[in-house]
């Protein structure tokens, strides 16, 4: 092997090594959540209702309820009952099966936050899921991992 072939080799390595540093950073900053007990619910009953222990109600929904199945557009519905609140992001993740991670981001409506989500598909009858809510509530950004399962048929 040539110097330059070295020398290019050797850039290549440090140029991996600072891009997966740099990564490791940015997973640093979305971590800077307090990420909350998990509450397991069941949504296609009505709202999922965390009781947030500084005080107030926390909310999500998914509508339309009868059809919270595999591959059907939904809406996740997160609002809070006593004092400021907004909303980022959800992340959906298989609890029992690893299916990826599926980030769908919030738009306010009003007092609430909404988002255009899919559950994915996936070979087993029954899936579990965890809808991790990124929110910011009073200045404390914190996670509320909300945990469903969906039946495939």
């Not at 080799?9 to 991996?16: D, S, T």
């Not at 909303?87 to 993740?93: E, K, V």
Request: aromatic fraction near 10%.
């Amino acid at each position: 092997m040539n110097w330059k072939a070295l020398l290019l080799v050797i850039l290549l390595f440090a140029g991996a090594l600072l891009v997966g540093r740099f990564l490791g950073q940015q997973q640093e900053v979305d971590g800077e959540y307090d990420t909350l007990a998990p509450l397991w619910c069941e949504p296609q009953a009505g709202p999922c209702v965390y009781r947030y222990p500084p005080g107030g109600i926390i909310r999500l929904s998914l509508e339309p309820k009868e059809r919270i199945k595999p591959m059907e557009p939904l809406t996740a519905t997160i609002d809070f009952s006593d004092g400021e609140m907004s909303a980022s992001s959800l992340l959906l993740t298989g609890l029992n099966m690893e299916m990826g991670q599926n980030r769908f981001a919030f738009h306010q409506e009003g007092d609430a936050y909404s988002a255009r989500i899919m559950i994915p598909v996936c070979t087993l009858d029954r899936m579990e899921w965890s809808a991790l809510v990124k929110l910011t509530i009073r200045g404390q950004r914190v996670a509320v991992p909300f945990h469903f399962a969906v039946e495939r048929n």
